[in-house]
């Protein structure tokens, strides 16, 4: 039977919680008298609909039901979970709870979005404060994992329940041991935006500098390791005690805005160090800082195909480091063009690796979708033409396999054009390492019109360029495995 979750407050953390209750299968109900609110949650399903399932590798349940309701009390009827999300002002929240309350199950978790109230404040005055827990969620809630949960006593013996249901949703709950005001992450991001606050108001930084400071170094570090796992290893392989040791004066000088910190006893060091130890401990400081590189090759790698953050910056460097390979852009740039053109030129990277600890064949085939696309390029079928509307399509792909390789192996990309008249466009690639040849590919593309989606003749200025390419390239041999099926020789 399918479980159904209320949410009152349709903004943007309310359509979040909607989103992830929605797409993990449950039925969502809303209530917001906001008339914007339908659209407005439309527009985050949307988004979350085009994100999350592209973090599972197996298809999400099936989609809930989501209904929009006139009144609180249609809502919360026969709610499982009902998920606060109103504005941040306590009577307001309590007024909200004795509505849901007169209306909702008994068992039904009332949990809030609060990012400040402890729970306690919340449970003043209900009719049954057991019901009411934190459940404070980060944007987009439909991705981020984390969920901060913090009960008091008197909900104690509902919290396994509550933990088992956001586990179930795909989420991290937090199980915070003690109630304190804005909980554990928002207390951490406060202090940083209030220094960040006296770096703008003292003229030491602009906004973007702030962020920039963020997103290209420790942002990325904190986003796979957190604070202290980072510590621990720029502690060595000492570890965390000597980090302390080392940079715990520190905490005494006037760097920040934000004096007061507490004394380094003996008996927090050693609570930070033991605890440092129980966490970590377990690996070294190599496999540590391995897992750590390779964490961070696969986000920047993301952000790079998103050029932004990082990512640009690779990707301008990647531009500089064309100029010396000599990747050619245009036909012009072409040395010589009686032989194979090197359209790839490059390491394989750590995520292109497989357990068997060489690339794996997906990567194969985007080496060679890529060295298509530099081929493309080479012959004017660039960005603005296919803006214009013109563009290759591939109708069938044949890679063999012949060798290894693993990371950090640099490889190259020789393209021979075999066919280039009217429609097709018939390509074959060889990849080496040094001389070692490890794959081909061969692939026959279609030229599309954009607009019409069939098969039409390249622009002129288009065939005129591969024409000279296949002129040149008719007078090579036809390459060893050309034409080749499936476990032909």
């Known amino acids: 039977m399918t479980q159904s979750a209320a949410i009152i407050g349709g903004g943007v953390i309310g359509g979040g919680w ?14 917001d008298p906001d008339p914007n609110a339908q659209r407005k949650i439309g527009e985050v399903l949307d988004n979350a609909r085009a994100s999350l399932p592209g ?22 009827a026969g709610a499982v979970w009902v998920q606060e999300s109103v504005p941040e002002r ?40 057991e019901q009411i827990v934190v459940c404070h969620p980060f944007n987009p809630v439909y991705l981020l994992p984390l969920i901060e949960v913090v009960g008091t006593d008197a909900n ?11 586990q179930g949703l795909g989420m991290f709950p937090l199980m915070v041991k003690k109630e304190i005001d804005a909980h554990i992450a928002d207390r951490f991001l406060e202090a940083v935006w209030r220094e960040a606050l006296w770096l703008i108001k003292d003229g030491i930084a602009t906004t973007e500098e702030i962020d920039d400071a963020i997103r290209m170094g420790f ?35 006037p760097w920040t805005k934000l004096m007061d910190v507490p004394d380094l006893t003996e008996e927090l060091i050693d609570k930070i160090a033991t605890q440092s130890d129980a966490q970590s401990g377990h690996l070294t400081i190599r496999e540590l800082e391995r897992h750590r590189d390779a964490n961070l090759v696969g986000m920047m790698r993301t952000l790079k195909a998103r050029d932004w953050g990082a990512g640009a910056v690779l990707n301008r460097h990647d531009a500089a480091l064309n100029q010396n390979w ?17 359209t790839i030129d490059r390491a394989v990277p750590l995520d292109w690796t497989d357990y068997n600890g060489h690339m794996n ?49 640099h490889i190259r990309v020789e393209t021979q054009v075999l066919l280039g008249e009217g429609k097709k466009l018939h390509l074959f690639h060889a990849m080496f390492e040094g001389d070692r040849l490890l794959a081909t590919g061969e692939h026959m593309l279609i030229h599309v019109n954009l607009a019409t989606r069939r098969a039409s003749d390249p622009a002129q200025d288009v065939a005129d360029q ?18 080749a099926a499936v476990g032909k020789r």
Request: a negative charge.
């Open 18 to 31: 909607a989103a992830r209750f929605l797409l993990n299968g449950w039925d969502v109900r809303v209530f």
């Open 55 to 76: 973090l599972y590798d197996m298809a999400m349940p099936n989609e809930g039901a989501l209904t929009f309701h006139d009144t609180l009390s249609d809502a919360v």
């Open 361 to 409: 064949e997906a990567r194969y085939l985007q080496a060679f979708g890529d060295a298509t696309d530099r081929l493309m390029h080479i012959v004017g079928c660039t960005p603005d033409y296919i803006a214009k509307g013109g563009s290759y399509f591939t109708a069938e792909t044949h890679i063999r396999h012949l060798d290894e390789v693993q990371a950090g192996g």
């Open 326 to 342: 000599a990747i050619p852009n245009t036909l012009q740039d072409v040395d010589d063009l009686s032989q194979p053109v090197k």
């Open 90 to 129: 306590l009577e307001m929240k309590h007024s909200v709870y004795r509505d849901i309350q007169a209306y909702c199950g008994l068992e039904a978790v009332i949990a809030s979005s609060t990012s400040g109230f402890k729970p306690s404040q919340l449970q003043q005055n209900a009719t049954r404060p």
């Open 219 to 253: 942002g990325l570090r904190w986003a796979q390791m957190g604070l202290f796992e980072t510590y621990r290893i720029a502690g060595g392989e000492a570890g965390m005690r000597h980090f302390i040791e080392q940079f715990g004066p520190c905490l005494a000088w």
């Open 466 to 483: 591969l024409g000279q390419l296949v002129a040149a390239h008719a007078k090579l041999p036809v390459p060893n495995g050309a034409g």
């Open 156 to 166: 104690a013996d509902m919290l396994c329940q509550v933990e088992k249901i956001l």
